[in-house]
C-alpha cells in the first residue's frame, strides 16, 4: 500500500488497470468486439492513459453485472 489506500486482494492480484487483451479474454469476446462497443458506447467503461486503452477491473465487473437482461429467478 504505498499510497494507503487499502486493495481488495483481487484488485492485488489482478492490478489496478488492464488492457484491452486482459477484458477481452475475461470476458471471452475478441478484442476488435471491445473496440466496436466503446465505440457505440455500449462496453465497459474505458480510460485514455496517454495513447493507450485501459480499463479499471471493477467498472468492468459493475457494467457485467448491468448486463443481465432476464430473470433467473423463474
Known amino acids: 500500500m504505498p499510497n494507503g489506500f487499502p486493495r481488495s486482494a483481487t484488485a492485488a492480484t489482478r492490478g489496478p488497470l488492464a488492457?484491452?487483451?486482459e477484458i477481452a479474454a475475461y470476458l471471452g469476446?475478441?478484442?476488435k468486439t471491445l473496440y466496436q462497443w466503446k465505440y457505440r458506447g455500449i462496453g465497459?467503461?474505458?480510460h485514455k492513459?496517454?495513447?493507450h486503452l485501459?480499463?479499471?477491473w471493477r467498472e468492468v465487473d459493475t457494467?457485467?453485472?448491468q448486463?443481465?437482461?432476464?430473470?433467473l429467478t423463474a
Open 19 to 21: 488492457t484491452p487483451a
Open 54 to 56: 485501459r480499463y479499471r
Open 63 to 65: 457494467w457485467l453485472d
Open 49 to 51: 492513459v496517454g495513447r
Open 44 to 46: 465497459p467503461k474505458v
Open 67 to 71: 448486463q443481465t437482461s432476464y430473470d
Open 29 to 31: 469476446v475478441p478484442v
